[in-house]
């Protein structure tokens, strides 16, 4: 019976690790995402936005590299064309 409950307890352990890594992935792509938009919103409070920008061919090129308040970061690059 302690082995089983000490199997479950180590399977929980791992699951909340994967599921914070999860939503810490989410709130990234998030940030990015909305750092990548024409108009960009101010990054949250404790977040560092890298933001680029090019213009080629009539297109824009937005680049942006987030770290969260934790020291993860991630990029994004997003193309922007007008209708034609």
Do not use: D
């Given at each position: ?37 024409l108009y ?45």
């Amino acid at each position: 019976m302690v082995m089983i409950v000490t199997a479950l307890s180590g399977y929980q352990r791992v699951l909340m690790h994967s599921f914070a890594l999860r939503h810490q992935y989410l709130q990234i792509w998030r940030q990015a995402w909305q750092q990548t938009a024409l108009y960009p919103f101010s990054p949250a409070e404790g977040w560092k936005a890298n933001r680029m920008q090019t213009t080629q061919s009539g297109c824009v090129s937005i680049s942006v590299t987030m770290v969260s308040p934790s020291g993860r970061q991630g990029q994004m690059t997003r193309l922007h064309c007008p209708n034609r």
